[in-house]
């Protein structure tokens, strides 16, 4: 069989990591960035087969900084017929400005200290959380396609809305590294005056301003596109330390203990990667053969918590019904009917021996 063929538009840090993991899992990759000495640092630390177009591509990752993702995505678009996503951390404008069946917004939630290509790994993407933003009107076959290959990769794959993602990613990652950048501008304007500061800043500060030390090109873009949601988690993140702040002031000691026990509970439930124990479950759900079907039933079960292990969708050779096949951990089973059926479907599973 001839080898499937990635084309990577942009060969930094996630798009080189991509290629090196796409290659060892026997596709041939093809790679091109706006500037020809990356992609030819990519081609010779074998994150490509070759420099070149995306032409004749079986799927296209568009790995640009989010104010030419769009643009990207829609070249690929048009010199190709396979799927096309994006790994930008901004999504709604993306997908908007897109607006093509083929077409499905992503962004993998990995990354590195290190800048570009130098940095790529083929194991970057183990265990990362790789969001998925389809619409209605996405085509299922096409979100199917880049939701095996990134679960390939290793990733916990996730559905979401755009807008969705948006305003929990400002929450997650663009607030939370915008704190950090700011402590460390006031640890290092202090640090003027008092020359022990910086030499007192280990442990929990260098661990809460890690992420200060990634690549700055990317962020004044990122906050562009991203203003509303970005600007909404700010109001509420400096009305929380408004909070704070009058705890410590008016010395409310079983106020501020029970801010930080919550915190410390929270943290310890977060949860780390996807990593699965048990047996799986086939969950199998009949669906009108139309755009948007399988981008709602994927959301839902991000919204309910249920990882798919895999997934496809069995068109029907008549009708216009296709069945939509998921495979879950058994334990998930019964709440996963049960949203779908609260959601009008009439689903069936099985167990998997």
């Not at 400096?238 to 704070?244: C, K, N, T």
Request: proline share 5%.
């Amino acid at each position: 069989m001839m080898a499937r063929r990635a084309a990577i538009v942009g060969t930094g840090l996630i798009g080189g990591s991509i290629g090196l993991a796409l290659k060892e899992r026997g596709w041939w990759v093809v790679g091109s960035d706006q500037d020809e000495a990356v992609a030819a640092d990519a081609l010779s630390r074998g994150a490509l087969d070759a420099v070149g177009p995306p032409t004749d591509a079986d799927m296209t990752f568009v790995a640009t900084p989010v104010s030419s993702a769009a643009a990207e995505a829609r070249r690929a678009l048009a010199s190709t017929k396979g799927p096309v996503t994006d790994v930008a951390s901004v999504k709604a404008p993306i997908v908007a400005a897109v607006a093509d069946p083929r077409f499905v917004g992503g962004h993998p939630m990995a990354g590195s200290e290190q800048d570009g290509v130098a940095g790529a790994r083929a194991d970057l993407f183990q265990n990362a959380v790789w969001v998925l933003t389809p619409t209605d009107e996405t085509d299922d076959d096409s979100l199917v396609q880049i939701r095996s290959a990134a679960a390939s990769l290793g990733a916990d794959v996730v559905s979401l809305t755009p807008e969705r993602h948006d305003a929990l990613v400002a929450v997650v990652s663009h607030v939370p590294h915008l704190t950090a950048a700011t402590l460390m501008a006031l640890a290092d304007e202090r640090s003027e005056e008092h020359q022990a500061m910086l030499r007192l800043a280990a442990g929990g500060f260098r661990d809460m301003t890690r992420i200060a030390s990634g690549h700055p090109g990317i962020w004044p873009d990122i906050c562009q596109e991203n203003s509303a949601a970005i600007c909404s988690a700010l109001d509420r993140f400096i009305d929380a330390l408004s909070d704070v702040r009058a705890l410590v002031a008016d010395g409310n000691r079983a106020g501020l203990l029970g801010l930080l026990e919550k915190a410390r509970s929270a943290r310890a439930h977060l949860p780390y990667g996807s990593d699965r124990e048990g047996s799986l479950a086939e969950v199998r759900v009949r669906v009108f053969d139309r755009p948007g079907e399988l981008a709602r039933i994927t959301s839902l079960t991000t919204d309910i918590g249920v990882n798919i292990y895999d997934l496809e969708i069995a068109h029907s050779v008549e009708g216009s019904q296709g069945v939509a096949i998921l495979v879950v951990d058994d334990e998930a089973v019964d709440s996963l009917l049960h949203a779908l059926k609260q959601q009008g479907y009439a689903p069936s599973s099985r167990p998997l021996p």
